[in-house]
């Protein structure tokens, strides 16, 4: 019965959140007249923020994946470092934490990083670097990790890597930067904070300053072109990774990593936490104003992480379907074509994820949807629901199958192992993907500003109005708010990724 059920709510989170968003959109394009001038007037004006976009995400990227190497040498060499809590949370913690915060914080210490492309590229990257170690460290321990040991003895550790690590990483490699592009290209609170107009915000300036789908769409194709590139990459790269043929090796004999990379993992953890966060609270933080901004918002704050939290259960119950789809021997036309879709969603803007929802959800009997935080919630999972529906079927293909095939033969239908080893054994994964998009979910600007509703204010808008009015103190406060909560997440994380253990 719980495996029906999932199949179940997961098909009905498909209709809410891709299919019905997508026709309703599609006729409310049709329904409009076309474009104006004014529009292909600045398309000029767009190309240029393509490039500044572009280039400023793959420096990103290349800065992410430069930062991710000495903690990746830990988790893979030492094979059971997530198995340790204060470090797994620590890693998880930056992430959890919505990335705008840490502008704030370096604003402070650093005079001048307004306004500064760098400057937000380097944000970017000391902020996404731990999910990339952890995934690379992760595909190190799955591909090539023995044949490597194996060439380390026979000739230099920098030969054994170039000709033989990076070789067997490279599919990990690229699927991590992909995903580091599509993030940083559409990421708008961090260039919104630094005080840079890219394509993200431009996108969302016309979105709020017109009416109509169809004025929406035009602009957004380009973006959606870009992003939609690098993220069938993804998609290409996932079906070309090594599978259950994939050499594994989980033994008692752990390597111990050096004393390096250990050092340039911890000053990693220094700069990325202990520094911008310390510059923000230093002269402001006060137990009165973290009591005062709770009293003030702390509707706002329990709301923000209530719908947070609930956007990330939906996707990954969304990532269960395309699992058991997956597990079952590979997915039909209609699990393809949603799979497609959510990859869809998530290569479009927010602004235009806005729009969709409000076509869809502003009139008719859904109408009541437009005015209440499901619609908040809603729109989020669409944004970033493809990373729980990746994050399922990767799952699927690294699966046990002869433990699947065995739990056939004595009597377990479809249902039931996707309840018993697809859900309850990987749990820990499943949270730390729920906790990702629930993450993402608060520092998302665009999507929610599109889809104001009376309830509440979203976080994220809460600190960047403070932000503008200059009220320091608030700005803080708030945002000590939500690292406390991040480090609450992480922690439970950490604990979860234990648990990992029995089943290696």
Not at 83 to 88: A, E, I, L, Q
Not at 195 to 214: D, F, H, K, Q
Not at 343 to 369: C, M, S
Request: aromatic share 12%; glycine share 10%; with cysteine.
């Amino acid at each position: 019965m719980i495996g029906k059920a999932i199949i179940g709510a997961a098909w009905l989170a498909y209709i809410c959140v891709l299919i019905w968003p997508t026709f309703a959109f599609l006729g409310a394009i049709a329904l409009e007249a076309s474009a104006g001038d004014e529009l292909f007037g600045s398309f000029s004006r767009w190309l240029g923020l393509i490039g500044k976009s572009v280039w400023m995400a793959l420096v990103a990227t290349l800065a992410t994946l430069v930062f991710s190497i000495p903690a990746a040498v830990l988790i893979a060499r030492a094979n059971r470092s997530l198995d340790r809590p204060v470090f797994t949370a620590t890693l998880f913690s930056i992430v959890l934490a919505p990335p705008m915060v840490y502008v704030f914080g370096w604003q402070r210490l650093i005079s001048g990083v307004g306004g500064s492309p760098l400057a937000c590229v380097a944000v970017w990257s000391l902020w996404a670097w731990p999910m990339a170690a952890v995934l690379l460290g992760w595909g190190w321990t799955h591909v090539g990790r023995s044949s490597f040991e194996v060439a380390w003895l026979q000739t230099s550790r920098a030969r054994a890597l170039l000709h033989v690590g990076l070789p067997a990483m490279r599919h990990y490699i690229a699927m991590v930067a992909c995903c580091c592009f599509v993030f940083f290209f559409n990421e708008y609170s961090v260039p919104h904070a630094c005080g840079l107009i890219v394509y993200a915000t431009e996108l969302l300036g016309w979105a709020t300053s017109t009416r109509g789908a169809a004025a929406v769409v035009w602009p957004a194709i380009p973006s959606v072109g870009v992003t939609l590139l690098a993220v069938c990459t993804v998609l290409w790269l996932a079906v070309r990774m090594p599978g259950e043929q994939a050499e594994y090796h989980q033994t008692d004999n752990i390597v111990t990593p050096n004393a390096f990379a250990k050092g340039l993992t911890l000053i990693l953890l220094c700069v990325s936490i202990v520094v911008p966060i310390g510059a923000l609270c230093v002269k402001l933080f006060s137990a009165a104003a973290m009591i005062e901004a709770w009293q003030t918002y702390d509707h706002d704050l329990l709301m923000s992480l209530s719908v947070a939290g609930i956007a990330g259960l939906v996707s990954v119950i969304m990532g269960w379907g395309i699992a058991h789809a997956t597990g079952a021997g590979g997915m039909g036309v209609a699990m393809r074509g949603i799979f497609v879709l959510s990859i869809l969603f998530g290569a479009a803007p927010g602004a235009l994820v806005g729009e969709t929802f409000i076509a869809a959800y502003n009139a008719g009997p859904l109408g009541w949807v437009y005015d209440h935080w499901p619609i908040v919630m809603l729109g989020n999972v669409a944004r970033f629901g493809w990373i729980a529906m990746l994050g399922g079927y990767l799952l699927a293909r690294f699966a046990d199958r002869d433990l699947h095939a065995q739990a056939g033969t004595d009597g377990a239908d479809r249902a039931g192992i996707l309840a018993q080893l697809t859900v309850m054994m990987y749990w820990p994964i499943w949270l730390a993907l729920g906790a990702v998009v629930a993450a993402l979910s608060m520092a998302e600007l665009p999507t929610s500003a599109m889809l104001r509703v009376p309830g509440f204010t979203p976080m994220a808008h809460l600190i960047v109005e403070k932000f503008h009015r200059f009220e320091d103190g608030m700005l803080v406060s708030l945002s000590v708010w939500l690292i406390l909560a991040s480090l609450c997440a992480a922690l439970v994380l950490a604990l979860a990724s234990m648990s990992l253990r029995r089943y290696r």
